[in-house]
């Protein structure tokens, strides 16, 4: 079944390659865009969920040995995820903010990034890569915003991030270090946020 558009590419690209402070290459603006304006589609290989959790799996504990955020599949919908680690896909180089300019939408079955505020020419593009909280010792962040909370994390967890990282500074007398459970589930595909 074919999947409607669901946002008109801009006739140029609004976007751009270049090296990254944050991780490697990044997306950068290639002129000014207006909040709400959608950038650049995610797109990748649709696959199984059965496929898609092997793949889930097999990137997180890469990403485990390596470190960074290398977990690139995106669930869609019941039937189906897009893996978007692919040479096609652009805007797979979009790194991860605590303070992101971009936000992934999904409208139907497909997934476009939208600029979340205005952007200026050559500024970095970046959305929050929403991870689950049980693999956030794996993501270290690097994103250098004053809002950075060191991990890789969905905004949702980033109260119970705090409280677990500030246990681990100060060491309850006699308990372990960590109250962070030992067997880590492998991570989840992420969301796209969806329009009420
Ligand atoms: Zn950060």
């Given amino acids: 079944m074919p999947a409607k558009p669901s946002a008109k590419p801009a006739a140029k690209p609004l976007w751009k390659t270049s090296g990254s402070v944050i991780h490697r290459r990044g997306l950068f603006a290639r002129s ?9 589609e995610y797109v990748g290989e649709r696959i199984s969920k059965a496929e898609s959790s092997r793949r889930t799996e097999a990137q997180e504990l890469k990403a485990r040995k390596k470190g960074g955020g290398a977990v690139y599949i995106f669930d869609v919908n019941k039937r189906f995820d897009i893996d978007g680690n692919v040479s096609w896909n652009p805007a797979r180089l979009i790194n991860h ?70 246990k681990q500074r100060k060491p309850a007398k006699g308990s372990a270090a960590t109250t962070v459970p030992k067997g880590r589930k492998a991570a989840k595909a992420v969301r796209a946020r969806k329009p009420a």
Avoid: M
Avoid at 32 to 40: H, S
Avoid at 128 to 140: A, E, T, V
């Fill in 32 to 40: 000014a865009i207006a909040k709400g304006e959608p950038i650049i």
């Fill in 97 to 166: 903010s605590c303070e992101p300019n971009c936000e992934a939408i999904q409208t139907g079955n497909r997934i476009w990034i939208h600029a979340l505020r205005d952007i200026a020419a050559g500024e970095e593009l970046s959305y929050d890569y929403g991870f689950d909280l049980k693999i956030w010792r794996d993501h270290p962040c690097l994103c250098g915003s004053s809002k950075c909370v060191g991990y890789i994390v969905a905004r949702r967890h980033w109260k119970r991030l705090a409280s677990i990282l500030e």
